[in-house]
């Protein structure tokens, strides 16, 4: 991986960046993570992130049309890859600019044009999510539950 300086404006909505995650209890790791939006809460600054998975054989297909789907070698994945809503979580500015000083950061592009449809019927077809948590989902792109 070619590390890369953290600059917020090179992240636009369904930005994918790659960055070193650890998850509570697990080995930490280089990660995917699709870009929702930019927020702030006081000072801090961060984003809206759903990581991407390639541990598809977890979804059963109810699980999986409330996701979305990619195919080894469509956009930018590599593996089949699973985007699950529900795998959201927010990134501090100030840690992707940490990871980016030790060289563990990178944007990988952007998913195509369709992901943003293809995002908004995976949230309202999810048989897991709550119905707040759709609406905070949608919200964040910019659509509703209607």
């Known amino acids: 991986m070619i590390p890369q300086a ?4 090179e992240i636009s909505r369904y930005s994918v960046i790659r960055v070193y995650y650890e998850y509570g209890g697990q080995p ?3 990660k995917l993570f699709v870009v929702l939006r930019h927020d702030s809460l006081g000072a801090q600054k961060f984003c809206w992130c759903i990581k991407a998975t390639s541990q598809v054989q977890r979804f059963s297909k109810e699980m999986l049309q409330g996701c979305v789907f990619f195919k ?3 956009s930018l994945f590599e593996q089949d890859t699973v985007v699950d809503p529900s795998n959201i979580l927010t990134l501090l500015h100030e840690t992707l600019g940490n990871e980016s000083a030790r060289g563990r950061y990178r944007v990988e592009g952007k998913l195509p044009d369709d992901f943003h449809q293809r995002f908004v019927t995976a949230v309202r077809a999810s048989t897991t999510l709550e119905p707040k948590k759709k609406a905070k989902l949608l919200g964040a792109v910019g659509e509703s539950l209607l």
């Open 28 to 30: 930490g790791g280089q």
């Open 6 to 9: 953290f600059d917020p404006q």
């Open 72 to 74: 080894a070698g469509e």
